[in-house]
């Protein structure tokens, strides 16, 4: 399991051990971090669940593909940071991982 740290937008710190291979998005839907709606349930189809990737961990989740940058487009307040979590899969290389939750989705 690694760890993964969702903020939302209030401040609240939801410390979850993630399996690897889940997504950031399906690790907050299950343990009901608010301000993640995905509404697709994971089909890279919508833009609610924006998250942003922590300063200390952008370089290593990586940029969005090209699907996921159209995608952002309807996102709100998109930022350098910003990814969709249906598209960061949990692995030991992002063990620790901490994203945070925009004031509110598309």
């Not at 961990?57 to 593909?65: D, I, Q």
């Not at 910003?82 to 063990?95: E, F, N």
Request: negative net charge.
């Amino acid at each position: 399991m690694t760890k993964l740290t969702i903020v939302a937008f209030d401040g609240t710190r939801f410390d979850l051990n993630a399996d690897d291979g889940s997504t950031v998005m399906e690790n907050a839907v299950r343990n009901s971090v608010p301000g993640v709606d995905a509404e697709c349930g994971g089909a890279c189809a919508c833009a609610t669940c924006h998250v942003y990737v922590d300063d200390n961990w952008v370089e290593k989740v990586g940029g969005p593909a090209p699907m996921e940058e159209d995608m952002l487009d309807f996102a709100f307040d998109v930022r350098p940071s910003s990814r969709l979590s249906c598209q960061i899969k949990m692995t030991q290389a992002l063990d620790g991982l901490v994203v945070h939750v925009p004031e509110r989705q598309a």
